[in-house]
């Protein structure tokens, strides 16, 4: 069975770093990319980046390039998204999926809620 | 970026009623058009892929149609549990989503 399992809530100040995983099983996790998702509260979906285990090939969405890293550990199926000093406007869930152009995002992850805030 | 615009943002339906959703795209994604729907506190799920393909285990009132630049999802005779916020996403190059959708009780 796929399964994506995404670590749990967390809650920050600003200028804190923060790291997230999304970890991978049931599957070839070299062999799709996993896209990372932002949803802010009662907004929609926005694409953050994406990159593909197999060779850590990474794209940011120009909306986010410098703002996130994302990274891959082959050897564990993890993937991770990290912050290096949050702000209160990254309040939000973050999702991870597991991505292959021509089907689209066909696992998702539970979500990780990340609240900022003093 | 590719940009994808979806219409109608939000729209009042009934049980039974026949409900269709549109998506332009910015540029040609040929048929790399995929269609979700999200339910309050869950994560997205995959209904339709490459402009027309049903996911399994999706049920066959869910259809999707056209390429190039624009898209529809239809659901043929809307039930009670489809009511949600629907997305649509270009996966021509990397990722970009739409909007949303939100169904409504009418």
């Given at each position: 069975e796929v399964q994506l399992v995404q670590s749990g809530a967390e809650v920050k100040k600003p200028g804190e770093s923060l790291k997230i995983?999304?970890?991978?099983?049931?599957?070839?996790?070299?062999?799709?990319?996993?896209v990372w998702v932002r949803q802010m509260p009662g907004k929609g979906l926005e694409w953050m980046g994406i990159i593909y285990p197999g060779d850590s090939d990474t794209r940011y969405s120009p909306s986010f390039q410098g703002q996130v890293i994302i990274s891959a550990d082959k050897s564990?199926?993890?993937?991770?998204?990290?912050?290096?000093?949050?702000k209160a406007s990254d309040t939000a869930m973050y999702y991870c999926a597991r991505h292959i152009a021509n089907i689209?995002?066909?696992?998702?992850?539970?979500?990780?809620?990340?609240t900022v805030s003093s | 970026d590719?940009?994808?615009?979806?219409?109608?943002?939000?729209?009042?339906?009934?049980?039974?009623?026949?409900?269709?959703i549109t998506c332009r795209a910015s540029q040609s994604i040929s048929s790399y058009l995929?269609?979700?729907?999200?339910?309050?506190?869950?994560?997205?799920?995959?209904?339709?892929y490459a402009?027309?393909?049903?996911?399994?285990?999706?049920?066959?009132?869910f259809s999707g149609s056209g390429s190039g630049t624009d898209f529809t999802l239809t659901i043929s005779s809307l039930q009670p549990e489809d009511f949600a916020t629907y997305y649509c996403q270009q996966s021509f190059t990397?990722?970009?989503?739409?909007?949303?959708?939100k169904v409504e009780i009418k």
């Open positions: 995983s999304c970890k991978g099983s049931g599957y070839s996790f070299t062999s799709y990319w996993i564990i199926s993890t993937a991770y998204l990290q912050w290096s000093s949050l689209g995002s066909d696992y998702w992850g539970q979500g990780t809620l990340v | 590719i940009q994808m615009t979806q219409s109608p943002s939000s729209l009042s339906t009934s049980v039974g009623d026949r409900v269709t995929n269609w979700y729907q999200q339910k309050p506190g869950k994560a997205p799920k995959l209904l339709i402009a027309s393909s049903l996911q399994s285990g999706v049920p066959s009132r990397t990722v970009t989503f739409g909007q949303g959708t």
